[in-house]
């Protein structure tokens, strides 16, 4: 448990007198991590909603929820985290935007953000509730309540994408929460920012790692292969079916890294093709420096924030 707490608002914070109702909507790998870390660490109460029964039963069963509830108590929660597919998410909040608590907060918590914050933002705005955008950068390469864990988000960092209207009390409170939960840091940025970086550091690594493991070589590596190999390939192993949701949502900024990298991979087969060993080396050395210049980059920003 991080031992930090931040008094927000009357009836948000840590305190057991403090107690809200959050409601999880959508119980798989990160809804039921959420549920976990919540019962672990703070005095909220937990409702649950999965559209699979047999999944809500063991999130009860298991503890990881106080209570399964249906969408018609929506009302009754102070936050409601949305921890679905980026279009579902969006069809979940209209359909249900006349139920969510006037003054109450939704969050989601997928992985982009400019589809879903453009959508569900003035949807709940009309009805008088805070919608505020984040992303939890964690995870597995499983999917499913199964794998989920109370430590998910231990050390991990927490993107919130607040618009120019979001109250910074909601900011606050969201924050505060992800500090519960054990998340290293907070950080702020727009939903476009977020999209941009987003498709480079993680949604490229994705198509690029599943790309790789179609190599016939595949299947004749073993006792070939060492960290590289596995550092490469680990996200191969993927959900297909939330990954094209995400790579769909976020097309553009995607696209210009994946028509990026087919440039540069280009230049090292040209260089190669044409036995150009003084083009290859300059490659090489490029790339090399990128990456030294990145983690003297980082490292001093790690440096500076603490």
Known sequence: ????????????????????NIA????????????????????????GIDADHETEKKA??????????????????????????????????KNNADRFRKGSIVIDVG??????????????????????????????ENSGFDYSKPDMFVKASYILTPTENTPQIVVDLVSTLGSCMGFGQVVIATAEQHDINIAFTSQLA????NAYVKSPSLLRAD?????????????AKLNEEMWSSL??????ALLFEINTIIEKLTEYRDAMVNDDKPTLKELLRVG???????????????????
């Not at 994705?206 to 790692?209: K, L, M, T």
């Not at 790579?247 to 553009?252: R, W």
């Open 24 to 47: 999880v909507v959508g119980l798989g790998l990160i809804g039921g991590s959420f549920c976990k870390a919540l019962k672990a660490n703070t005095f909220h109460h937990i409702m």
């Open 60 to 93: 009860l069963e298991q503890g990881a929820v106080d209570e399964i509830i249906d969408e018609t108590r929506l009302g009754e929660a102070n936050l409601t985290i949305v921890a679905l597919y980026p279009v579902p998410t969006v069809e979940f909040v």
């Open 247 to 252: 790579f769909l949502c976020n097309k553009n």
């Open 288 to 306: 090399r420096e990128r990456k030294e210049e990145s983690m003297k980059y980082y490292g001093q920003e790690k440096a500076l924030n603490g």
């Open 206 to 209: 994705h198509v690029v790692s």
């Open 1 to 20: 448990m991080v031992k930090y707490r931040v008094k927000i608002h009357a009836g948000y914070s840590r305190e057991r007198k403090d107690k809200m």
């Open 111 to 140: 992985g982009v953000k400019g589809y879903v914050v453009s959508r569900c933002t003035p949807v709940l705005e009309e009805k008088g509730v805070y919608f505020l955008g984040t992303h939890p950068m964690a995870g597995t």
């Open 223 to 235: 006792g070939f292969s060492a960290g590289s190999f596995l550092d490469l390939t680990r996200v």
